[in-house]
């Protein structure tokens, strides 16, 4: 699926005629803050270095996370963003089946679909708030399953405790974990598996500079594996797969620990604040830990969406093509707060308008 996810905005902006700049872009789960203060700086100082290749295993970037995370640095393997081992592991790991814990990013249903395999989704209801399924998952577990698991989820923003994560992982040894921290740095407590130490024999994670740090367009991202799996991965590994300037900025934005305690205390704050205000509009606001929302409207929301599109130049997601939702959810985004008062009063005028 090329088409169908969020942040689109090149696309739809030659569709409607605008600079993509003129597009308030609420669908894509990036920070809400601007990159950290000096990232531009750094890179036009580092410019001239596309002149020469990469370096072709990313090698400096991998050793500053090893630090980080207590490992070797062949544990270690950076990527062109993590959708490239998404669509990678299943095929060196070929697995019978293939499972997902949804509703959640379509990305993973693809990847199953490429190896010609008919994916098994265990599904969260909305009954329930879309609390993961956790006892339906370990109830459909065998032996060799690959499990796609997207902690904190999208679009759901639903949490599983590291602990209780690591307990099922644990509990099922010969069974495969890809594990998407993509939005753990947006929970205020600890959220990620590494917190509890060197991930599972079984498990691999993958972690994204992307979204945190507001740069999906430099495409950075890695997967962290224990010792035996990791050799794995190295076999499928590309030379020069991570660019020189996304390199150098995934080097030093390890270093800018301040900018993530300042996008969580902005996401703390504004979340309590929009929702207070959306709770006016007679829609459903699923709980999320992190800076995005499932909301669920009582009429279609494909006409909301394209209004706020083509009439306010608001891009949200119209979740209808995410399996195991319906056309009634929409996801969005926080950004700054001008723009998410803007976005705020956008959706109450067209919500009456149309119902």
């Not at 459909?140 to 602990?163: E, H, S, W, Y």
């Not at 495409?219 to 794995?232: D, H, N, T, Y």
């Not at 093509?321 to 998410?340: D, V």
Request: with cysteine; aromatic share 12%; hydrophobic share 40%.
């Amino acid at each position: 699926m090329l088409r169908g996810h969020g942040g689109e905005i090149y696309h739809l902006a030659r569709k409607l005629g605008l600079n993509p700049s003129e597009i308030k872009d609420h669908s894509s789960n990036v920070s809400p803050l601007p990159p950290p203060q000096g990232l531009y700086d750094l890179l036009k100082a580092h410019l001239a270095e596309i002149e020469n290749l990469p370096e072709v295993d990313s090698f400096t970037l991998r050793e500053k996370l090893a630090q980080i995370y207590s490992l070797h640095q062949d544990q270690i393997l950076p990527s062109s963003g993590t959708t490239e081992w998404i669509f990678g592991i299943p095929k060196i790991l070929n697995p019978k089946r293939v499972i997902i814990l949804g509703p959640t990013y379509s990305d993973y249903a693809d990847a199953a679909k490429q190896l010609g395999i008919r994916p098994i989704f265990i599904l969260a209801e909305e009954e329930t708030l879309f609390s993961p399924p956790l006892e339906d998952l370990t109830n459909r577990l065998q032996k060799k399953d690959l499990v796609f698991i997207c902690n904190p989820n999208n679009p759901t923003g639903a949490l599983i405790p590291p602990q209780k994560l690591q307990e099922i992982i644990f509990n099922f040894p010969d069974v495969f974990f890809i594990i998407d921290e993509s939005y753990s740095d947006f929970v205020e407590e600890r959220a990620s598996l590494l917190d509890l130490g060197k991930p599972p024999e079984n498990t691999i994670i993958l972690r994204s500079f992307s979204k945190i740090y507001r740069i999906p367009g430099l495409r950075l991202g890695f997967a962290i594996a224990s010792q035996k799996l990791s050799e794995f991965l190295w076999s499928l590994f590309l030379p020069w797969n991570v660019n020189r300037l996304a390199q150098v900025a995934g080097n030093w934005l390890l270093d800018q620990k301040d900018y993530i305690i300042k996008v969580r205390e902005f996401v703390k704050d504004e979340r309590k604040r929009i929702l207070k205000i959306l709770k006016d509009l007679p829609l459903k606001i699923f709980p999320s830990r992190t800076h995005f929302f499932l909301l669920k409207f009582p009429h279609k929301v494909h006409s909301l969406w394209k209004a706020l599109l083509y009439q306010h130049h608001i891009l949200t997601r119209d979740a209808s093509n995410i399996y195991g939702l319906n056309p009634y959810f929409l996801r969005f985004a926080l950004r700054s707060r001008e723009e998410n008062d803007y976005f705020c009063k956008a959706l109450k005028e067209v919500f009456n308008e149309n119902y």
